[in-house]
């Protein structure tokens, strides 16, 4: 039973500061370590119900936050920056289940710790099929595409709430309890490990009766931007249409393309949004 992991950083119990998951800041190597512990606490959580084959992918900043020796399970671990498919590379219909761990609400939504959508210099919002959508649920279209069901997120509340509408009965293991964008009330590191395998444990055994994303298709993608210039540069990109101002759509019935169109958005304004 195979299980792919794609790990952020913003949702690890204790991270509220974006200095805490950014490699130039002070506390970055000890957050890492709190991160790499919620990611095993996920694969032994797994292993205790039968699963037996783990790819991470390694999903937050340069894609280089986690120590390979130390990862549980004997997983793979897919790491680095320019991947085609970013946040979802190595995913495909060999794999039984998908997990979210140490993911984080969107900024246009109920307070979450350090909220965005890929880029929060240039992306306000994002939905899918009208409803606001974070990163697991753009995300869950490359999990639709290859037909694997996303049965696990960790993070806070808000990050679990918004995965639902995509991810119908997704396990939750909440770590923390968002107070703002930077505040949250967290759990002791060891007993967000031990909800998080516990919740790892239990997405594994409803594994059988599992369904892929809920995400009618054709799907559409809006991409809400922070100014106007961002939206008329996501429109060079082909299919991707003006909505007003500041935002943009596009539509596809192919889950996987309609993902990749995104990220091209995504890398296309990151440039002029810094």
Known sequence: MKIFVSSDMEGTAGVVDWEQCRASGDRYAYFCELLQAEVNAAIEGARAAGATAFLVNDAHGAMANLRPDRLAGRARYLSGRHKPLYMMQGLDASFDGVFFVSYHGSMDG???????????????????NGVPAGESGVNALVALGHGVP?????????????????????GVAV?????SRFAADSRHPEEAREVIAEAAREAVLRLPDAAPPAIELPATLTVRFRNADLAEMATWIS??????????????????????TFVAVVLLTRGIAE
């Open 110 to 128: 109920a307070p979450s710790a350090l909220s965005h959508t890929y880029n929060p210099r240039a992306i306000a919002g994002v939905r899918l």
């Open 175 to 179: 770590v923390k309890e968002s107070v």
């Open 239 to 260: 299919r991707v249409e003006r909505a007003d101002e500041l935002t943009v759509r596009v539509t596809d019935h192919d889950p996987i393309r309609l993902y990749r």
């Open 150 to 170: 996303v049965v696990l997120i960790t993070g806070d509340r808000t990050t679990a709430e918004q995965a639902a509408p995509f991810c119908p009965g997704i």
